[in-house]
């Protein structure tokens, strides 16, 4: 922001006449105050800061709300849509937040220019769909006593703890992978290379490469991010831990396992390298068994969790166990026909998070 307002200041010093509101419409919808409700608004303000800054090179202006899968690299960073996968992913890093809709900074890539807008290939999730019926029937679905009887035993109810005190510390983002997607239309690299000045907007296939200790040895795991999976905050619960009632049936496992797990959900688990299967299987009707992903510790971790989630399509709850037991976590996703939850513990993590300035009192 301090960078905009030298811009603005400048500006109208240099041309009085030239208000702030007349750079563009998007600038007039925003600094006036016209917003429409709905998700155009984080797009009205990304292009409001395009606009401002003489910099960014003509595709990243005029940014379109229909296109949910976009995200930019610009001056050492990449920022991203809350609804483009890369976002989703890369949101739970150290030092990334959201605003407006915009999640960054996050890590740069080599395979993008120094200033390039770029789209993502994503695939819907897949994974069991709500019926009317399903979401009608939630509270039962998910009720911690179980089923209605005349009796309830104690041995059919556990108590699950999960600790954070020593958790997976070989796993690090080393690379964030770009690849042109096969649906660009015909001729548009040699377009972009012919002319340089006028640089289409390419659709390119998005992977993250770890650097991950397998069976005590050190190697590079590549997972691509082929399906748009949704990350569902678990609900606060109180005074937990609580039970849980034998018929959730749940698998624990830490988060280095899961280059052990080729799948989940109905098709079941299986060994498999993330980097080579392609299997397809479809998920259809109850979920049967909850994978629970202890993603404790670094905030890499669960990117990685997060990363193996988006490669197989599979929806997950995240939960912050300071604020959300175990037994909750899995009854909520039970409810939501959601076989996967990702448990992290923010509060015992200390990064670093970079300083943003929302002060936008200067501005008007």
Same mark, same amino acid.
Request: overall charge negative; hydrophobic content about 35%.
């Given at each position: ?24 419409? %998007? ?53 991203? &849509? ?6 989703k992913v890369l949101g739970a890093a150290s030092g990334v937040t959201q605003i407006a809709g915009w999640i960054g900074p996050c890590s740069a890539s080599a395979d993008l220019d120094r200033s390039e807008m770029a789209l993502i290939n994503q695939q819907p999730p897949r994974c069991n769909r709500l019926s009317p ?7 039962? %679905? ?27 510390? &070989? ?5 964030? %992978? ?5 649906? %660009? ?38 997972? &691509? ?96 166990? &300071? ?42």
């Amino acid at each position: 922001m301090p960078e905009v307002e030298d811009v603005l200041e400048y500006s109208e010093e240099e041309d009085p006449e030239e208000f702030l509101e007349d750079r563009s419409t %998007n600038c007039m919808s925003w600094f006036t105050g016209l917003l429409l409700p709905g998700k155009s608004m984080s797009f009205i303000l990304m292009n409001a800061l395009v606009d401002c800054d003489g910099e960014p090179p003509a595709e990243f202006h005029n940014l379109h709300q229909t296109v949910s899968n976009v995200g930019f690299q610009y001056r050492g960073c990449t920022y991203w &849509s809350w609804e483009c996968i890369v976002g989703k992913v890369l949101g739970a890093a150290s030092g990334v937040t959201q605003i407006a809709g915009w999640i960054g900074p996050c890590s740069a890539s080599a395979d993008l220019d120094r200033s390039e807008m770029a789209l993502i290939n994503q695939q819907p999730p897949r994974c069991n769909r709500l019926s009317p019926s399903a979401i009608r029937n939630m509270a039962s %679905n998910s009720d911690p006593i179980g089923p209605q009887q005349e009796s309830y035993r104690i041995e059919d109810y556990q108590l699950l703890t999960s600790s954070s005190e020593d958790p997976v510390d &070989s796993i690090r983002i080393e690379r964030l %992978n770009f690849t042109p997607a096969q649906s %660009n239309p015909k001729g548009i690299h040699r377009k972009a290379l012919e002319e340089p000045d006028k640089k289409p907007i390419i659709i390119f296939n998005a992977s993250i490469t770890f650097a991950i200790t397998v069976d005590k040895r050190a190697r590079s795991w590549k997972v &691509s991010l082929r399906h748009d999976t949704p990350f569902i905050a678990a609900y606060p619960c109180q005074n937990g831990p609580h039970v849980l009632f034998v018929d959730y049936q749940h698998q624990k496992v830490r988060v280095d396992k899961l280059v052990e797990i080729q799948n989940w959900g109905t098709s079941g688990g299986k060994d498999s390298d993330l980097e080579d299967s392609e299997d397809e299987a479809e998920d259809e009707g109850d979920v049967e068994e909850v994978l629970v992903i202890e993603a404790f510790g670094v905030p890499d971790n669960e990117v990685f969790a997060r990363a193996w989630c988006s490669f197989w399509g599979l929806p997950s709850v995240t939960a912050d166990i &300071s604020k959300t037991c175990m037994a909750c976590a899995i009854r909520e996703a039970y409810a939501a026909l959601v076989s996967v939850v990702i448990l992290v513990d923010r509060g015992s993590v200390d990064v670093e998070i970079e300083e943003v300035d929302r002060m936008m009192e200067n501005l008007m």
